[in-house]
Structures are given as C-alpha cells and as structure tokens.
C-alpha cells in the first residue's frame, strides 16, 4: 500500500485544542479531528497545514512547529503527523460540520477518528502543555 502523507494541526487557545467533527459522507464520518488534510505533491508539511487551515477554517498560519508525533491510519494508506500550529483569525468550519475548543482531559469522551484518539492518549495527556 502507498502511503500518503497528511498533517493534523495542533492549534492550542487557553489550554485548550482545536477540534472539528468530519461530515458523515467521508472516511471516520461524524468523528472529531485536529484539522488538516493530505501532503500534496510537492508540498512541505508546513505548506500544506497552511492550505488546509485557510480552506477548512479561514484562517492564518503564523507558525509550524516539528512532528510530535505520528500513526498509521488502520485500514488506510494514510499517515498522520501531528505539527503544533498558531494561527492568526477567528476560525469558522467550512468543511467539517462543526467546531469546538476543547480542554485535552475532556477529549478521553469525545468520539474521535482512530490516529486523533492514539494521540490524544500517547502524546496529549502525558506531555505538559
């Protein structure tokens, strides 16, 4: 299976993350995600997490930081990186049914897609924000 790359942004606000619900008619539908997309061809990690948040959110990069931490979408050719962001603007979802800030503690009840829940449990609620 081929693997496709695809960036999930870690947008932080008042100790809380960024999360949107996936529309039903896509793969994990109805589940939250941090926001992101697939690594066009040719594209940096840093571009494409840019592109992604101006489409499904209206907003504006400021700054990406490094891979905290990765997973193998099950099932998918898929692999997620998680990359800390700042963003400049007030995000409105444009592409996922809705939006939420969420504290990372309340995420271990929120129905998220498999490689978000992975890392919520292996990375978000054991390293100190």
Do not use: Q
């Amino acid at each position: 299976m081929t693997r496709i790359s695809v960036v999930a942004a870690i947008i932080r606000k008042e100790h809380r993350v960024l999360l949107g619900r996936r529309p039903d008619h896509k793969r994990h539908g109805g589940l939250w995600e941090f926001p992101g997309g697939k690594v066009d061809e040719g594209e940096t990690e840093a571009e494409a997490v840019t592109r992604e948040l101006v489409e499904e959110f209206g907003v504006e990069t400021v700054s990406v930081g490094k891979v905290v931490y990765e997973c193998r979408d099950p099932g998918s050719p898929f692999l997620v990186r998680f990359l800390d962001v700042v963003i400049r603007g007030r995000p409105e979802p444009t592409e996922h049914t809705e939006m939420n800030w969420f504290e990372p503690d309340s995420l271990v009840t929120v129905r998220l897609a498999p490689c978000d829940a992975s890392f919520v449990a292996d990375y978000l609620l054991r390293v100190p924000d």
